[in-house]
Nanobody
Framework: QVQLVESGGGLVQAGDSLRLSCAAS????????MAWFRQAPGKEREFVAA????????AYANSVRGRSTISRDNAKNTVYLQMNSLKPEDTAVYYC????????????????????WGQGTQVTVSS
């Protein structure tokens, strides 16, 4: 089993920055990829960004590309999401997730491409 704990959310103003963190514990030797998804009220959970653990390959949703950076610290088993120029439409609960094995590239943006999920951290951006 793997446990994921997110932190770093909060209430900010439009244009501000935030850095979310996700610390993994447990069977961390089996990490293949980690990602962030988000879910706004009344909407489905959507992909934000992902990173492969060994090579550090990254992928971003169009809505955050150019404003966000996903990174990882393998020694700390922690993944970060730096978000800049935040907009009110970025308001959501942000979930960290982990994939324990390689999957088809097409699954990287799908919730089904991951095995473990954190409890989420709220990000609220006021206008």
């Amino acid at each position: 089993q793997v446990q994921l704990v997110e932190s770093g959310g909060g209430l900010v103003q439009a244009g501000d920055s935030l850095r979310l963190s996700c610390a993994a514990s447990g069977r961390t030797f089996s990490i293949y990829s980690m990602a962030w998804f988000r879910q706004a009220p009344g909407k489905e959970r959507e992909f934000v960004a992902a990173i492969t653990y060994s090579r550090g390959n990254t992928a971003y949703a169009n809505s955050v590309r150019g404003r966000s950076t996903i990174s990882r610290d393998n020694a700390k088993n922690t993944v970060y999401l730096q978000m800049n120029s935040l907009k009110p439409e970025d308001t959501a609960v942000y979930y960290c997730t982990l994939g324990s094995r390689p999957r088809a590239p097409s699954t990287i943006t799908s919730t089904g491409g991951y095995d473990y999920w954190g409890q989420g951290t709220q990000v609220t951006v006021s206008s």
